[in-house]
């Protein structure tokens, strides 16, 4: 079962990556959900430091919290390569 999720997950990835510390405020705002208002904090943000991970993006970029991390990684953004895995629930670490 859970060599078929991994599968189907392979297989829904995005065919390419847009990576947040090299992209252009064009290439950002063609993500559904950016637009000028998050692409130049991002840009802004980036001038002053390259963003080390997930973590700090959400962390500096008002507006970037989990649910749009997510969107956002599911279009193909990634943070120094890495896309954006939301943390294991108390309850599903559990089982």
Do not use: C, H
């Amino acid at each position: 079962m859970r060599a078929l999720l991994a599968l189907l997950l392979v297989l829904a990835a995005p065919a390419w990556a847009l990576e947040v510390n090299q992209a252009s405020a064009a290439e950002l705002d063609g993500l559904r959900g950016v637009g000028p208002g998050l692409s130049t904090p991002m840009l802004e943000e980036r001038a002053k430091a390259p963003f080390r991970d997930w973590a700090d993006l959400m962390a500096r970029i008002k507006g970037i919290g989990p649910g749009n991390a997510a969107r956002f990684s599911a279009q193909g953004l990634r943070v120094n390569g890495q896309a954006y895995e939301r943390p294991a629930s108390p309850s599903s670490a559990a089982r």
